[in-house]
């Protein structure tokens, strides 16, 4: 997948509004199984919610970073304590673009 363009990030900001968080990661931080439920979660849709709770510590863009290569998605956005990933479904995408 291409790089995100910035009218693309917007786009999917918005509908991220509409997303409830569906991983939550906390005190014991990115593990082997966090990624695996946000991989399960993008089996069921495009865009991901993931929350950080009080006890994660570590820098927040950088678990940003590290959470999308480890599910070989694209960070859309960081604000406070939630993280928003895209993965584009490539036999039935659910979300168009714009371009």
């Known amino acids: ?11 999917l900001r918005g509908l991220g509004n509409q997303v409830k968080s569906t991983v939550f990661i906390g005190q014991n931080g990115i593990t082997e ?10 089996q069921t849709s495009e865009l991901v919610k993931i929350r950080l709770q009080d006890g994660y510590l570590d820098n927040r863009k950088k678990a940003g970073d590290i959470l999308a290569e480890a599910a070989a998605s694209e960070l859309v956005q960081v604000i406070g304590r939630t993280i928003l990933l895209y993965k584009q479904n490539d036999e ?5 673009l714009p371009d």
Do not use: D, T
Request: net charge negative; aromatic share 8%.
């Open 1 to 11: 997948m291409s790089e995100l363009s910035g009218k693309q990030k917007r786009y």
């Open 33 to 42: 199984s966090v990624i695996q439920s946000i991989n399960e979660a993008f």
């Open 92 to 96: 039935e995408p659910e979300i168009v």
